[in-house]
């Protein structure tokens, strides 16, 4: 018999919240061959995680359904967040196995590309203990799981700052890098991006997990198209920039 490893108590927590949604998902598949030939000449050049990420983060500017959470106590209401935080997960060893751990990446929308892509590198590398999120959330898993639920509870549904401070406002995942697409998606939050693979021409598929409760099919499917206006407009311009002026 194996005991649960932290990692594993961490997961089993995530889903006993992640249940309570009624969770949808949405795909628009997209061709940025413009998008891709600018990150290629970009200096320096972000990965494409970090791109697809800071365009859905602009698009919930335009939609704001993808900043709202529904909160549950002491009733049942919506909370405007005036801005995004993504829940960003990572995989990373913990006690000699992989474990899932997740760190709130705030005001994406407002970041640089090269440092959007530099603090997501970071979270691959950076030892635990010096990155809060990660050493909060392995403390936390040494209490009971009554003990976690209830913190992890008071922190999701009571307030609503206090959800965007310590989980966001949507999650995002970068399985692609693995070499698989998910097929299904859970999150805590309202919604949970979780892109295809990006071809070496642009092409790729935008998908979003989101929870019914709070946002409708044909409100996320016109934040999809938010984001792939995002991609085509200012993403577009800042990856042009990165390259420098044309040599003459």
């Given amino acids: 018999m194996l005991r649960l490893s932290r990692g594993r108590k961490l997961v089993q927590d995530w889903l006993h919240f992640s249940r309570r949604s009624e969770t949808v998902a949405v795909e628009r598949a997209v061709s940025l061959p413009e998008v891709a030939a600018a990150r290629l000449a970009a200096d320096p050049r972000p990965g494409w995680f970090a791109v697809l990420l800071k365009a859905y983060a602009l698009a919930a500017l335009a939609v704001p ?9 002491p009733r049942l209401r ?3 967040h005036d801005g995004s935080t993504c829940q960003v997960t990572v995989e990373r060893e913990v006690d000699g196995e992989p474990a899932v751990l997740t ?37 936390l898993v040494r209490y009971p799981r009554p003990v ?10 009571v307030r609503g700052w206090w959800r965007q ?16 697409d998910p097929v299904l998606g859970y999150s805590m939050l309202t919604s949970f991006l979780l892109p295809a693979a990006v071809s070496a021409d642009g092409a790729t598929t935008l998908r979003v997990f989101f929870d019914h ?3 409708d099919g044909a409100v996320v499917a016109r934040a999809l198209a938010a984001m792939e206006d995002a991609l085509r407009g200012p993403i577009l311009a800042e990856l042009r920039a990165l390259a420098g002026p044309p040599v003459v």
């Avoid at 892509?117 to 392995?138: G, K, M, Q």
């Avoid at 401070?165 to 698989?180: E, H, L, Q, V, W």
């Fill in 65 to 73: 359904d993808l900043r709202r959470s529904l909160l549950t106590f």
């Fill in 78 to 80: 919506l909370y405007q």
């Fill in 103 to 139: 760190y709130p990446l705030h005001r994406p929308e407002a970041k640089p590309l090269p440092e959007l892509h530099a603090e997501l590198a970071r979270l691959r590398t950076a030892p635990l203990d010096e990155v809060e999120s990660f050493r909060r959330a392995l403390r």
């Fill in 148 to 157: 976690r639920r209830f913190v992890m509870w008071l922190g999701l549904y």
């Fill in 165 to 180: 401070k310590f989980f966001g406002t949507f999650t995002a995942s970068n399985i692609s890098r693995a070499g698989a």
């Fill in 213 to 215: 409760r709070v946002a």
